[in-house]
């Protein structure tokens, strides 16, 4: 059964949970992290029992989390702090699924049959960024020799969240984009997903909502409702891929993240258009879902063409126009696309399928 999950909005609830662990892995990101005004709190007043670890690769990798992992073998740690964006929560997750499965071989970890909850470890999840809801999921990404992993069990997602839209605040505008693509795609592939429910939905609707009506204010303005506005929508794009799983947009992310720097929202944010239109010229699949999304765009759009709209509002027309421009190794790519997270998108589309589907979107490509 997987845990229940708490959601904190009071600092103090917080802190009191601190207060009573003895000793504190905290997990943060490169540098941002510094100027948190939470983690302020902690390095002044709770020093003595933090040990901090930081985090410096861009997507999460699995090389990194076996390293940390031996850290917190050796400590008698009774909590985890994952403070930052989806990178450094992940890397929390797949931390303690390699602590609570002692072991770090691949297979193993994938195929694990029942992990021993620990009543003694508890995992406390502060997003710093509004996008990818991985607090929400039990499940993490990792990349092994640049090629995404999935790894997914109840245990790793976190059991405490605290949600504070003030930790936004130190974003850039390039941080808070990726990020609100990140959530905006997650809503609609799990809409789009074979998995999808009437919980998924109902969850994926409410931020697709939020992110409409808030996204260009919370980039360009400092909007306090904006900023709650796309912290809840990311959330609950968590919550819904956690039940629907994403799908074909996320399978062709990860090659563009792994291969050409390109932060994860931004790949699946330049791809969904092309998923979405794909959709459009195909009558075997379950149009409930596609047909009540058009009508959400339209009304956004006012019946213009929606994402041109959308893009050119946040200013990221620009950036798809250098994307289409890349040298693409259309074979290499095709060797590292997600078949899991492909599986799940509406439609079959094998390794042909594909090949055509890049051809449309890039421009060069051998």
Do not use: W
């Not at 600092?11 to 302020?40: D, H």
């Not at 620009?318 to 190794?329: A, E, G, Q």
């Amino acid at each position: 059964m997987p845990h229940r999950q708490i959601t904190l909005f009071n600092q103090r609830k917080v802190l009191s949970l601190i207060e009573g662990s003895n000793n504190i892995f905290l997990i943060v990101g490169k540098r941002s992290f510094k100027y948190n005004e939470f983690f302020k709190i902690l390095n002044s007043k709770y020093y003595d029992k933090i040990h901090l670890q930081s985090i410096k690769d861009i997507y999460p990798t699995f090389k990194t989390a076996k390293m940390i992992s031996k850290k917190l073998t050796k400590n008698n740690f009774d909590l985890i702090i994952a403070l930052g964006g989806g990178a450094v929560i992940d890397t929390a997750k797949m931390i303690k699924l390699i602590y609570l499965m002692k072991t770090n071989e691949i297979q193993s970890l994938k195929n694990q049959k029942k992990i021993k909850m620990s009543k003694n470890l508890n995992f406390l999840a502060i997003p710093t960024t509004a996008g990818s809801g991985a607090e929400s999921t039990e499940f993490c990404v990792s990349y092994i020799f640049k090629k995404k992993t999935s790894f997914s069990h109840p245990s790793i997602r976190p059991n405490f969240v605290f949600l504070n839209p003030l930790y936004l605040n130190s974003n850039s505008y390039e941080n808070k984009l990726a990020s609100g693509l990140d959530s905006f795609s997650q809503c609609v592939e799990s809409l789009l997903s074979i998995n999808n429910n009437k919980e998924s939905s109902k969850l994926a609707f409410k931020g697709l909502n939020l992110i409409l009506n808030n996204f260009e204010n919370y980039l360009f303005n400092k909007d306090k409702d904006s900023f709650f506005n796309m912290q809840t929508a990311a959330n609950l794009s968590g919550k819904a891929i956690n039940i629907s799983k994403t799908t074909a947009p996320h399978a062709f992310s990860y090659y563009l993240t792994s291969h050409y720097a390109i932060s994860h929202g931004l790949a699946v944010g330049f791809l969904l258009p092309y998923f979405f239109e794909f959709l459009s010229f195909n009558k075997n699949f379950d149009k409930k879902n596609y047909e009540k999304i058009k009508k959400v765009f339209s009304k956004y759009s006012n019946n213009e063409s929606f994402f041109d709209y959308f893009y050119d509002k946040i200013g990221f027309n620009l950036k798809i126009k250098k994307y289409v421009k890349l040298n693409i190794d259309i074979n290499n790519y095709l060797n590292h696309l997600n078949v899991e997270r492909l599986s799940n998108f509406p439609l079959k589309i094998d390794r042909k399928e594909a090949r055509n589907i890049l051809k449309s979107i890039f421009i060069n490509y051998v």
